[in-house]
């Protein structure tokens, strides 16, 4: 089971071409495990970018069709990485640290080097369930942006056509 839960905190002070509802909560389970909070108080200094993740997982599922390695760098947090490994149809999920190199992004598709797998490890999930997961709750999380954005917002068109890359 790999399930995705999110809140939008609303920012009535964002500028026109800014992301009202970038931010809130994001947390993920998979097996019995979670990555993130998720708690009923909105508590800014608990937030985490949703968008971020949501295009950052996007990305891996869209690697992860023809490649078998990708990281996600938790950007607020200094070595952690959530890394996803595909072997035919299954996806491994942990939870590992790592360096992150000069010049390393957000997304990897090689091993970080001194890689340790200190939390939880290879908590598997199909890829489609994966990518059902992961599309349907951003097409969701898109529906609340449209309420909170102008319709042409260039961050909802980047995650509908990264959605449109995975569907093809």
Known sequence: MFKINFKIFENDSVEEMELNGADGYLQFEIDNETY???IPEDIDEFSVSIYWWLYYFLKAVLILKTESYVLISDIEKPK???????????VKISKVTADKPEGSGAIETKEMPNLIHQYWKDKQISYENLKTEVV???KLYIEELRVLNNEVNKDILNM???ILEIEK
Not at 80 to 90: M, P, Q, S
Request: charged share 30%; net charge neutral; no cysteine.
């Open 160 to 162: 509908e056509s990264l």
């Open 36 to 38: 993130g909070i998720f």
């Open 80 to 90: 952690i990485w959530i890394e996803l490994v595909k072997e035919k149809n299954i």
């Open 136 to 138: 349907n709750k951003t």
